[in-house]
């Protein structure tokens, strides 16, 4: 249960955050450990202002109290990034032995101004994490472990009532991949996605679903655009790149048949030898 009550936590020396006499034998507060990390990057008085490694972001700034166990930060990104900003705001205690237990609100705003809210509610006993994000409509379990050089987790969600299981890893180097072997409702879909600390990911997978059968990748980019390419039944081919907001071109071809596709706000158009409809 989170502290109702803070705790003043300081170094034995004197006013000031360190962690020592760690509950947990690897060095992740090296690379990773969200709060206690941004923590460690600062001045030991509770605030922290510095650039994080990878392109994606490019400033964290904010504060702990020391006293009160409250805190804030923000993100800024990479200007060709398609999120602008990220803010955090909770309370909780981070501990010096690198434990955590906290409760804050996130708010994402994007290249478009919109803003997507969620609020996480995060605890780290040694090398366990537990942490329990809800958005509007979701919510999703997360428990992960920390090892040698690696962060390993689990993600949990449902698709039509049916447990949507997702497997990861996080890298020191801030390379990650993830797993999903889904076949539930009507649907079987897998796939295997990897990643990078600069904004790019591809995503390997198949689908079918109501008989039909769909494989192929999806890669997605710093600035949110993605290329997809897929094959249906072994026959048609779709190929095409749409950027943040689904504005983009692309082909399809089958045997006998090449389409020119645009697409316009995420909505597709085709143009095959002249006759033209919606996709």
Not at 42 to 58: L, N, Q
Not at 82 to 97: F, H, K, L, P, S
Not at 181 to 198: I, K, M, P, Q, V
Not at 212 to 232: I, K, R
Request: some cysteine; overall charge negative.
């Amino acid at each position: 249960m989170l502290l109702s009550a803070p705790l003043l936590l300081v170094g034995c020396g004197g006013d000031g955050f360190y962690v020592s006499g760690e509950s947990c034998n690897t060095k992740y507060l090296k690379w990773g450990g969200g709060l206690t990390y941004h923590l460690l990057q600062g001045k030991s008085d509770g605030s922290f202002d510095y650039d994080p490694d990878g392109a994606v972001s490019t400033r964290v700034v904010g504060s702990y109290d020391l006293v009160t166990g409250d805190f804030f930060w923000g993100t800024e990104f990479h200007p060709d990034h398609w999120r602008m900003a990220r803010m955090v705001e909770g309370y909780g205690y981070a501990a010096t032995n690198g434990d955590l237990d906290i409760t804050y609100s996130v708010t994402t705003t994007d290249i478009n101004d919109t803003d997507y809210d969620a609020t996480i509610r995060e605890e780290r006993v040694g090398c366990e994490v537990t942490r329990r994000t809800t958005y509007d409509t979701a919510e999703i379990w997360h428990t992960g472990t920390f090892f040698d050089h690696e962060y390993q987790y689990t993600d949990e969600d449902d698709y039509e009532g049916v447990p949507w299981l997702v497997e990861g890893v996080v890298r020191s180097d801030y390379t990650w991949t993830e797993t999903l072997d889904f076949n539930g409702a009507g649907l079987d879909y897998e796939y295997e996605e990897n990643g990078d600390g600069d904004g790019y990911a591809r995503r390997d997978w198949s689908q079918i679903s109501d008989g039909t059968s769909f494989e192929g990748y999806t890669e997605s980019f710093l600035d949110g655009a993605e290329h997809v390419y897929y094959v249906v039944d072994g026959e048609g081919t779709w190929d095409y790149t749409v950027d943040y907001n689904g504005n983009g071109t692309g082909t399809y071809s089958e045997p006998g048949l090449d389409c020119d596709l645009t697409f316009t706000g995420g909505d597709c158009t085709y143009n095959c030898n002249g006759d033209t409809g919606s996709c």
